[in-house]
Nanobody, 116 residues
């Protein structure tokens, strides 16, 4: 089991930046892929980015490529999402995700609001 806690959300103007953090309650060295998802009002939750155990492999949604960067620091049990050049359409609740023994674990989410 693991508990995930997101932080770093907030309100920012278009073109601005935010850095989200996802702190895990246990070591993430043995956790495989971890990811960031987001859910905007009235829309389904979607994958934003994910990252392999050692951080060598990353995947991004087309809508955030070249603007967002996912990373993880296994020594600090933390995953990050650096978001640059934010757009109003990036407004959503952002969730951290980990899969352990085929079970999905989610954080409580952090709100990101981008104003035009």
């Amino acid at each position: 089991q693991v508990q995930l806690v997101e932080s770093g959300g907030g309100e920012v103007q278009a073109g601005g930046s935010l850095r989200l953090s996802c702190a895990a309650s246990r070591s993430i060295f043995s956790i495989g892929r971890m990811g960031w998802y987001r859910q905007a009002p009235g829309k389904q939750r979607e994958l934003v980015a994910d990252i392999s155990t050692a951080g060598r492999t990353t995947k991004y949604a087309d809508s955030v490529k070249d603007r967002f960067t996912i990373s993880r620091d296994n020594a600090k049990n933390t995953m990050y999402l650096q978001m640059n050049s934010l757009k109003p359409e990036d407004t959503a609740v952002y969730y951290c995700n980990a899969i352990i023994n085929y079970r999905n674990y989610w954080g409580q989410g952090t709100q990101v609001t981008v104003s035009s």
